[in-house]
């Protein structure tokens, strides 16, 4: 089991597969709407639509498409980096507000920018499932090398680096702050800090209101709690 989790592929690669689909969709769909022929089929939206991307004030093909490839790099540039490395405001300060109304249409380009702003939010929640991915495999590695250890010793080590170099090549880091996973033998956890980039001693304190039932232990309240927590096994 450690040696498959060794050899999984980094999660960013999957995470640069899903934003070079993104944009080949976004491309399609520019390509779609500077077609000839119907778009919708007929009547006055039809001709209305059509006569809007007709209007180069109104929709700019290549500007749009020049601006989300610039968008999608910047995303693929934070594959190999830390959540903690990302510079926010070159990507997620870009996300839209979704504030459509008759003020739209007084910005240029203003049916490229709508469908920009429609695929902007895939690629950082790709980017966001990156980060969760790389969380549950470093997790799950520390977990089979710290029972390994316990197997063989009869009790789980006192720090992570004494699974090294026998249990575990090296401690991995969390992907939030670039700092070791966190290991607490007393509360028989492994934990990373999460977005916030606080460490909070393993807290599994609910930081927003869950969509279920509080009484309800499920997987996904890991991910509002104030620490992202993995529990390790069974205490000795």
Same mark, same amino acid.
């Given at each position: 089991?450690?040696?498959?989790?060794?050899?999984l592929?980094?999660?960013?690669?999957?995470? =640069?597969? +899903?934003v070079?689909?993104?944009? &080949?969709i976004f491309?399609?769909?520019?390509? *779609?709407l500077?077609?000839?022929?119907? =778009?919708?089929?007929?009547?006055?939206?039809?001709?209305?639509?059509?006569?809007?991307?007709?209007?180069?004030? /109104?929709?700019?093909?290549?500007?749009?498409?020049?601006? /989300?490839?610039? /968008?999608? #790099?910047?995303?693929i540039?934070?594959?190999?980096? %830390?959540?903690?490395?990302?510079? @926010?405001?070159?990507?997620?300060?870009? =996300?839209?507000?979704?504030?459509?109304?008759? @003020?739209?249409?007084?910005?240029?380009?203003?049916?490229?920018?709508? $469908?920009?702003?429609?695929?902007?939010?895939?690629?950082?929640?790709?980017?966001? !499932?990156?980060?969760?991915?790389? %969380?549950?495999i @470093? +997790?799950?590695?520390? $977990?089979?090398? =710290?029972?390994?250890?316990?197997?063989?010793?009869?009790?789980?080590?006192?720090?992570?680096?004494?699974?090294?170099?026998?249990? $575990?090549?090296?401690?991995?880091?969390?992907?939030?702050? %670039?700092?070791? /996973?966190?290991?607490?033998?007393? !509360?028989? $956890?492994?934990?990373?800090?999460?977005?916030?980039l606080?460490?909070?001693?393993? @807290? !599994?304190?609910? #930081? &927003?209101?869950?969509?279920?039932?509080?009484?309800?232990?499920?997987? *996904?309240?890991? *991910?509002?709690a104030?620490?992202?927590?993995?529990?390790?096994?069974?205490h000795?």
């Amino acid at each position: 089991l450690a040696d498959t989790l060794d050899d999984l592929n980094p999660p960013e690669k999957g995470m =640069l597969r +899903a934003v070079k689909v993104q944009y &080949r969709i976004f491309d399609n769909t520019l390509d *779609w709407l500077s077609r000839e022929g119907p =778009l919708y089929g007929s009547g006055l939206a039809e001709y209305a639509m059509r006569v809007v991307v007709r209007l180069p004030y /109104f929709f700019n093909k290549n500007k749009s498409r020049a601006y /989300f490839a610039d /968008f999608s #790099r910047k995303v693929i540039k934070t594959a190999p980096l %830390c959540y903690a490395e990302i510079d @926010s405001v070159s990507v997620k300060d870009e =996300l839209p507000d979704f504030s459509f109304g008759p @003020s739209l249409l007084l910005r240029s380009n203003a049916v490229g920018r709508s $469908i920009m702003d429609l695929f902007k939010p895939a690629n950082i929640r790709v980017s966001d !499932q990156k980060f969760r991915a790389e %969380c549950r495999i @470093s +997790a799950t590695q520390l $977990i089979v090398a =710290l029972n390994a250890y316990r197997l063989a010793e009869g009790a789980y080590p006192r720090s992570l680096e004494e699974l090294v170099p026998e249990y $575990i090549e090296s401690v991995p880091h969390d992907p939030y702050d %670039c700092e070791p /996973f966190r290991y607490s033998k007393s !509360q028989g $956890i492994v934990y990373s800090v999460g977005e916030n980039l606080e460490d909070h001693g393993g @807290s !599994q304190e609910v #930081r &927003r209101e869950p969509h279920h039932n509080k009484r309800e232990k499920k997987e *996904w309240d890991r *991910w509002d709690a104030e620490d992202i927590v993995f529990e390790i096994g069974p205490h000795l």
